[in-house]
Nanobody, 125 residues
Framework: VQLQASGGGLVQAGGCLRLSCVASGRAFSSYAVGWFRQAPGKEREFVSA????????KYTDSVKVRFTTSRDNAKNTVYLQMNSLKPEDTAVYYC???????????????????WGQGTQVTVSS
């Protein structure tokens, strides 16, 4: 499956953005999808993930309550709604897909075998 992330941009602190991850490929609905981000000078880190059905989600502590991930399998699209953005959310955001058993979700990059190209999110103070 091939992925393309979009929706990034420049926003003031406290603002919101919605990222989209559009997939090509017939089997997309069977993949879990994760969001990761990489800030300048830092390692890439896990942000959130959603199961193939959308019935279960997982978030890193720093974005809980503020970020919500969802999916529309009919549109081959996964979303990351980001509210109450902070300057420390500034990063390149990547979506990634991986096959996982049942409602299992992973925060590890190795669990995902297809990656999008990334979209830049910049939050000004």
């Amino acid at each position: 499956v091939q992925l393309q992330a979009s929706g990034g941009g420049l926003v003031q602190a406290g603002g919101c953005l919605r990222l989209s991850c559009v997939a090509s490929g017939r089997a997309f609905s069977s993949y879990a999808v994760g969001w990761f981000r990489q800030a300048p000078g830092k390692e890439r880190e896990f942000v959130s993930a959603i199961t193939w059905s959308g019935s279960s989600t997982k978030y890193t502590d720093s974005v809980k309550v503020r970020f919500t991930t969802s999916r529309d399998n009919a549109k081959n699209t996964v979303y990351l709604q980001m509210n109450s953005l902070k300057p420390e959310d500034t990063a390149v955001y990547y979506c990634a897909a991986g096959r996982m058993f049942g409602n299992t979700l992973s925060s590890l990059e190795i669990a995902y075998d297809s990656w999008g190209q990334g979209t830049q999110v910049t939050v000004s103070s």
